[in-house]
């Protein structure tokens, strides 16, 4: 009987000692000593407010520094990525790609316009910038100076004279022959409400400043500052000396203004700029609200007691533990992979509801983020794989595309075949009649394989130069002559001129290859065995088909004529 009374004592004791309890108790121990040690810890918060003030705007001002180097980052890739373009398309087509492709997820950037080397606007996103001069600017000297990435000091548009920000990337950095310049206008609007968080605080102010001292950007509250320069605004001037002084990029420094405040400023230089961010602390002002919240902290400390005990002791259960696990379980699940879960607000307290809403609006993003990432992904991934002239797959798409069938065939135990092809006396061509008509030859060389690969159910591409490649799925080496045969009568039946030709007109010499993927293979076989039976079909007089004996007997040049 002892035994029993004693298990049962002992569950009463768990119970007087649950959740409720335990909150109790928590809270008498920390209400306790504050009271008996507040006139001390009164001191210590204020210093360590000061100081947390100090370090949470610090930590701001390098995301926010952080946030707008990602800006100048996108301006700078998306330069790059135009002048990419230009140096290899053309002013046409680059003007068309360009319209095109100017991203609406980047809202910062007003425009982007192809500039001549006397500083004429060729073409823009905004047609009513084209035919404009801004050889003038500073930044667009510099730009063609330099070779390289160039971001400007503060300036008016010409077209609408609003203030903006401009960044330029001259093509030579990527094609020493070009000489043309890519510009594009930044909103400022975008950079002041990267800095928000920085702003509607008393005591607090925050300024983004160009290299020649003209403020950039300020949050919502402190806009008119905006287009200032330092000079008209002698305690910002003051501040901001500090930090322009400075040899660091970033860095925290704390001194007395010259009306007597104490201030700390923390700075952070933009990356890629010659801009710093630069939030300034008047510690007095900081600490007068401090002082007012202990001195409310200190009439709501009973209530909040009071308050306390009864939460514990009546809702713990429901109000905090309850609320907590399903929060908890939902984003266990988004952590896992479910991106469908979100947190029911119709089964929590009010209190949780901020929390929900933004855990529902963080799970929201992430997930449409990670859209938008696979989709961008994807289409750079195709972009990286296109031959700008021929239309075909590069090199990089062939090989992808060769890795994919190599394996498919292993699996699948099917034949594989590759198609070598080249252009007879290009070079020849290109001196005669010059690089543009080279260019345009390979274009419709690019067009009539594309056909013949649709008709044959290949994939083709261009392997480098004057060299294009057919690869054949499912294909053996009699069914891959009878192709190659037909690549080469397509070519010679398109009749383009070739006066330094023996046919005189453009012909192809192919190199055929088929095999049976095994392990003891890899795919940079089959490109050998097509490119030996391609270089045996210029030795044997070029406008000719020839095929590899990749695995079977051959004769002594290890070659066979195709019929």
């Known amino acids: 009987m002892s035994g029993v009374t004693f298990n049962r004592n002992r569950l009463k004791l768990k119970k007087l000692l649950g959740i409720r309890a335990r909150l109790a108790m928590l809270a008498v121990l920390l209400v306790a000593p504050l009271m008996l040690d507040r006139v001390r810890s009164l001191e210590d918060a204020r210093a360590k407010q000061i100081a947390h003030a100090a370090e949470e705007y610090a930590t701001i001002t390098q995301h926010s520094a952080e946030t707008q180097r990602e800006v100048i980052s996108s301006v700078e890739t998306m330069l790059k990525s135009a002048a990419y373009i230009r140096a290899s398309s053309g002013v046409a087509r680059s003007c068309e790609i360009l319209?095109?492709?100017?991203?609406?997820?980047?809202p910062w950037i007003r425009s982007i316009m192809l500039v001549s080397k006397d500083g004429v606007v060729q073409c823009s996103t905004l047609n009513i910038q084209v035919g404009l001069t801004i050889g003038d600017r500073d930044y667009f000297r510099k730009a063609q100076q330099t070779r390289d990435f160039v971001f400007s000091d503060y300036l008016f548009g010409k077209t609408n004279n609003r203030p903006i920000m401009m960044?330029?990337?001259?093509?030579a950095a990527i094609n020493p022959e070009e000489d043309a310049v890519v510009v594009a206008g930044m909103n400022l609007d975008w950079l002041s409400r990267i800095m928000a968080k920085l702003g509607g605080r008393p005591g607090i102010s925050s300024v983004l400043i160009d290299s020649t001292g003209v403020v950039l950007a300020a949050p919502p509250d402190q806009a008119s500052m905006i287009g200032q320069p330092l000079d008209n605004l002698p305690m910002l001037s003051a501040i901001s000396y500090k930090a322009l002084s400075s040899n660091s990029d970033t860095g925290s420094i704390s001194f007395s203004a010259s009306d007597?405040?104490?201030?700390?400023i923390s700075f952070a230089r933009i990356p890629g700029t010659q801009s710093r961010l630069i939030v300034s602390i008047d510690e007095a002002a900081v600490t007068e609200a401090i002082n007012r919240e202990i001195r409310t902290a200190y009439l709501q400390l009973g209530f909040v007691c009071l308050f306390v005990l009864l939460g514990a002791l009546i809702g713990a259960e429901k109000l905090i533990i309850k609320p907590i696990e399903l929060m908890t379980g939902m984003a266990k699940r988004f952590g896992e992979g479910d991106a469908s879960a979100r947190v029911s607000r119709s089964r929590l307290p009010a209190e949780f509801m901020p929390l929900a809403r933004a855990f529902n609006a963080m799970a929201a993003q992430l997930s449409q983020r990670e859209r938008e990432l696979v989709a961008t992904n994807d289409r750079l991934t195709v972009?990286?794989?296109?031959?700008?002239?021929?239309g075909l797959a590069n090199r990089r798409g062939f090989q992808s595309r060769l890795d994919f069938e190599w394996l498919k065939a292993q699996q699948n135990n099917t034949e594989l075949a590759l198609l070598m092809i080249d252009v007879d006396h290009f070079k020849l061509y290109n001196d005669t009649y010059g690089h543009p008509e080279g260019d345009a030859c390979l274009t419709r060389l690019g067009e009539a394989l594309a056909d013949l690969a649709a008709g044959t159910m290949g994939f083709a591409g261009r392997y480098g130069g004057e060299e294009f490649c057919l690869l054949l799925p499912n294909t053996g080496s009699i069914r891959a002559l009878e192709i190659g045969e037909a690549v080469r009568a397509?070519?010679?039946d398109l009749g383009m001129p070739h006066v330094t030709s023996s046919h005189h007109t453009v012909t192809v010499s192919v190199g055929v290859a088929a095999t049976l993927p095994n392990a003891a293979q890899s795919p940079g076989d089959l490109i050998e065995a097509a490119d030996a039976a391609l270089?045996?079909?210029?030795?044997?007089?070029?406008?000719?088909?020839?095929?590899h004996g990749f695995a079977r007997p051959v004769d002594e040049t290890g070659v066979a004529l195709a019929g």
């Open 383 to 390: 972009m990286a794989s296109i031959d700008m002239l021929s």
């Open 490 to 492: 397509a070519i010679q």
């Open 99 to 106: 319209r095109a492709s100017l991203p609406t997820n980047l």
């Open 167 to 171: 960044a330029a990337y001259p093509v």
């Open 535 to 547: 270089y045996a079909a210029k030795h044997r007089g070029r406008n000719t088909v020839v095929e």
């Open 260 to 264: 007597g405040s104490r201030r700390a």
